[in-house]
Structure formats: structure tokens, C-alpha cells
């Protein structure tokens, strides 16, 4: 770029950093989601990423630190998948895809590790509580996406319109998630395929067409 | 497992109850097998949530929609309606 400009170094210097910064969390990132945060050590992050110790040092103070990018980095990836996925969902059918995807996803590695973000949720410790404040704004905003596939589906006349959607997309993602916990002790997806179609066939029961026929 | 089994009692107990039933306990276990799990999943789902969010709600609302089978089981018109449809 610009040779004899004061700024060049720094510049250079500043994408350096947040390419060795974004390194760093996506190692800690595996590393966590497949040995949890606490079976995961700074040294362990250290050696997958193949930064020094004065680099890691450099972006991050403690765990704590990291933990919380490693939450950030994970939360984006999830909300990015999830406004994909839902952000069209105006039908069953269509929350049906949804959930195929999910559940195909996870079977992939026989549910072993649950759900990315859900991991994070379950190990982050009482004493954080700005990463725990980060994962309710994120789990807010799931959500909210959900809320909004189901109010769609009210909006087309497909859900009845006595349907609570606000709880409905509360009960959706608890579902799922305990459905990725389950699926993690069984070593097996299948819990968590039956917990969301226990989820989807209440709502099949809230469509205006089953009230119609009952 | 125990869920499962108090499931059966509480379906069992509903079609004994229903007049014109047709023996319903093979249906009835499969059922309670998959609510079983899906209560368990709300469960631990919702507590997630809630703990986050420092609010039973989450957990109330993951309840009230696993347990939304049973309740239309323990609603004596309910399933009289439905079979003479």
C-alpha cells in the first residue's frame, strides 16, 4: 500500500493482529466445542493455533477473555445459520426443513457434541456474567427468529390466530436444545429429531385446519 | 424411563375411561416413549434458558408445550370427539 506513510505499519500490523486474533478464537472455538471450556487450557489454544504466548497475551488477558470471543464468534456463526434458515419459514412445511437440517446436521456426528452455541450455554460459569448476558442476547435473538416464522404462519392463515407464538418459539428452542442434550448422552440423534416432533406436532394441532377438523 | 411409565398410567387410565375405545395401549407406549423424551428435552432445555435468562418463564413455556399431549388426554371430551369424527 501507501510506503512512507507513518500509518502503513500500523496498518499492516493491525490486519496482522486481527488475522492471529481471529485464528486464535476459531482454535479455541474447536477445541471448546469438542473437549468444553473447562477441559480446554490456555496452553491448548496456544499450541492449535500456532500463536506464541506474547501473541495470545496481546489480544487476550485470561480465559474469561476468551471465552467471551470464542462466544461472540460462535453466536454470529449461529444467528448468521439461523437467519438463513428461518428467515423464509412461512409454512409446516417449511419449519419442517428446518428441523431436517438441524437434526441431519447433528447426526453427522452422532449428536455427539450438541449444539455449538447450547455447549457454551451449558459450561459458562455463574461467575461470568457478561459472556452469560451475551449468550441471552443470543438466544433472544433466536429466538426472535423463530417468533417471527411463527407469526408469518399466522400472517398466511396457516396457524390459528389464538396461537401464543411468543411461547411457542420459547418452547421450539428449549426443545431443541434439551433434544441436542439428550442426543449427547445417547451418542445418537434420534432424541432430538422425537423432542422437535413432539414440538411440531403441537403445532400441527394449532393449525387452522386441525382446529377446523376437531 | 420413569416418565415413560407414568405417561402409560395417565393414558391408560384416560382410554379405560373413554367409552367405544378401541384398546389403545399399543399406540399409548409409543406415545409415552416419544413425550417422555420430549419432556425430558424441555426440561433441560428450558432450565438452559431459563438459567440465561434468570426467568422460569422459558422453562414454564418448554413444559406447557411438551406436556401439551397429556393434557388433551386428561380432557374427558377431547379424545371422544376426535374418534366419533
Known amino acids: ?214 | 424411563m420413569l416418565i415413560a411409565r407414568t405417561l402409560e398410567r395417565v393414558g391408560l387410565r384416560q382410554a379405560d375411561r373413554s367409552p367405544g375405545a378401541r384398546s389403545p395401549t399399543g399406540a399409548v407406549t409409543e406415545d409415552s416413549e416419544n413425550l417422555a423424551v420430549a419432556i425430558l428435552a424441555a426440561l433441560h432445555g428450558g432450565a438452559t434458558l431459563s438459567w440465561l435468562a434468570d426467568d422460569r418463564d422459558s422453562l414454564e413455556a418448554a413444559l406447557d408445550i411438551a406436556l401439551a399431549p397429556v393434557m388433551v388426554l386428561q380432557r374427558p371430551d377431547a379424545p371422544r370427539g376426535r374418534r366419533s369424527d
Open chain 1, 1 to 214: 500500500m501507501n510506503e512512507n506513510s507513518d500509518e502503513s505499519p500500523a496498518v499492516r500490523l493491525t490486519a496482522r493482529g486481527v488475522r492471529t486474533r481471529a485464528r486464535i478464537v476459531t482454535a479455541a472455538a474447536e477445541l471448546m466445542y469438542v473437549q468444553g471450556i473447562g477441559g480446554t487450557t490456555l496452553d491448548d489454544v496456544i499450541v492449535a493455533s500456532g500463536a506464541s504466548k506474547s501473541q495470545f497475551y496481546r489480544h487476550f488477558d485470561d480465559k474469561h477473555a476468551l471465552v467471551r470471543a470464542v462466544v461472540a464468534q460462535v453466536g454470529e456463526d449461529t444467528i448468521i445459520r439461523e437467519t438463513n434458515m428461518l428467515g423464509n419459514v412461512s409454512t409446516l412445511a417449511g419449519l419442517r426443513r428446518w428441523r431436517d437440517a438441524l437434526v441431519k446436521a447433528n447426526a453427522l456426528r452422532h449428536g455427539m457434541y450438541g449444539c455449538p452455541l447450547g455447549s457454551l450455554a451449558n459450561e459458562v460459569s455463574d461467575h461470568d456474567a457478561l459472556a452469560r448476558s451475551m449468550l441471552e442476547e443470543l438466544f433472544g435473538t433466536w429466538q426472535r427468529l423463530l417468533n417471527e416464522a411463527l407469526d408469518r404462519m399466522k400472517d398466511t392463515g396457516v396457524l390459528a390466530e389464538s396461537a401464543d407464538t411468543t411461547r411457542l418459539a420459547v418452547g421450539f428452542l428449549a426443545s431443541l436444545q434439551g433434544g441436542y442434550l439428550l442426543a449427547q448422552t445417547a451418542r445418537d440423534v434420534e432424541p432430538m429429531a422425537t423432542a422437535i416432533d413432539v414440538a411440531l406436532s403441537h403445532l400441527e394441532s394449532l393449525t387452522v385446519q386441525s382446529r377446523a377438523a376437531s
